[in-house]
């Protein structure tokens, strides 16, 4: 280890999942927050940062503080697509370690399955949207099919690879009562499912819910007295290269994943061969496949071999996205804050049928926008 | 394939004005950086290689070819599939457009496609590319 930790996880929990017509953005994240509150051994009165990222107000802190009936000392509302929440984890370490704050309280919420809210046909694009938006380029399953079709061209890398990465994801599913789809799926059900957009399949694509999350983090100090094992931050890393797919670097080369990982490992004094379970943001198959090449898991290029022959399943030599991840379990528009739930709760033991025995070293890993931002954090226990 | 454009024209800011004024009189117009010689493509205030605001507009050839593309078979609205590309312009810049008038078999990373801007459905006129013969 690099140097002893300055800051863990200390509670985790997600709200209701799935399709929850009756609640609002703002109860799916007083739920959230309370049962990762409740998991801390803390209490509201503890929370004195609040991070957020969402849509649901000009500003989402001072809507969401005010309904939780808290004062933040520290507020960020950093939005770098789904990968904000491990992002929120680097200011929140940084700002324990300034001094700035003690207890924060990352959370996150949507109701897009049933607001609908997925696509806004008729609406006018300002700024550098207005090169790309009139070509109808749907978003963004759009982007990342762009980015699939260039691997496919470069690496020789197949549909059934990509599908690959969801039958293994789906296996991990049916291991989580929470899941949204339990049902497992085989390779031909992913390429006889309907094309979105040339290469990606409907069962490429993650699934779109509704649902929150809620993280809490503190000082290692204040760590050693809640109410559960610390789960320890030893290393994370951010970066963003892009907004535009059109000026995407290499649109077969994750970058922004490339620079958070080095960031994280090299904090963390740790190699990607060390992590015995990882959580890897899987908004579509090629997101995955991307990731792992730029994590340093498989070379340039072979992240479809190294997919293949479900490695990454219940039982394989690669444990990944043990919840079921976004194509499966849930993602309610932003996904990263779950992986930092899963992530966790492999490291205390807490996840039954799906437990990958003895997990000590955990790497959690969002991408947002489209492939533009990245975020990557590696957690451990004692 | 069916091609549709489902939108609003837009008149430009202050970045993009020359862009769509270009567009409107049927040529492409990208931005040269006298500082550091490259081509830069959205247009902005400096460039994004070398940070110089010493950006002056030029013509582009209209020649190309496809880096990537999709069919898209979902949109927000208008007829489907069509086929969305990010075509890298001679002059070494990427842009977003359709590819028009071609059946599926032929439409390959590599292939080389020429400007054609058009306006298709009512919508507005934009920088679309055809194949190359």
Known sequence: MASSPRAAIVGVAESDLGRTPDKTVLQLQAQAAKAALDDAGLQFSDVDALFCAGNWAWSPNLMLAEYLGIRPRYSDATNIGGSSFEAHIQHAVAAIEAGLCDVALITYGSTQRSDRSRYRGGRTFRLTEQYEGYFGLPTPVGAYALAAMRHMYEFGTTSEQLAEVAVATR???????????????????????????????????????????????????????????????????????????ANMPDLAVHQAAIDSSRAAFAMAGLTPAAMDVVEIYDSFTITVILTLEALGFCGRGEGGAFVSGQRTAPGGPFPMNTNGGGLSYC?????????LIEATRQLRGECGQRQVPNARLALAHGTGGVLSSAATVILGKD | MPEQIPSAPFEGDGDSRPFWEGIARGELRIQHCASCGHHVFYPRA??????????????????????SYTVAHQAPAGEIPFVIALVELEEGVRMMTRILGASRERIEIGAPVRLSIESLA??????????AE
């Open chain 1, 171 to 245: 296996k991990w599913a049916t291991l989580n009562e929470k899941a949204m789809m339990r049902d497992p799926i085989t390779i031909e059900d992913v390429l006889n499912s309907r094309w979105i957009a040339e290469p990606l399949h409907l069962l490429d694509c993650c699934l779109v819910t509704d649902g929150g999350g809620a993280v809490v983090v503190t000082s290692a100090d204040r760590a050693r007295h809640t109410r559960k094992a610390p789960v320890w931050i030893l290393g994370y890393g951010v970066a963003h290269t892009h907004n535009t797919i």
């Open chain 1, 331 to 339: 993602h309610p528009g932003m996904y990263g804050i779950f992986l």
């Open chain 2, 46 to 67: 400096l460039c994004p290689y070398c940070h110089s605001d010493q950006l002056a507009w030029v013509v582009a050839s209209g020649k190309g070819s496809i880096y």
């Open chain 2, 122 to 131: 009512d919508g507005p006129a934009l920088p679309y590319f055809r194949l």
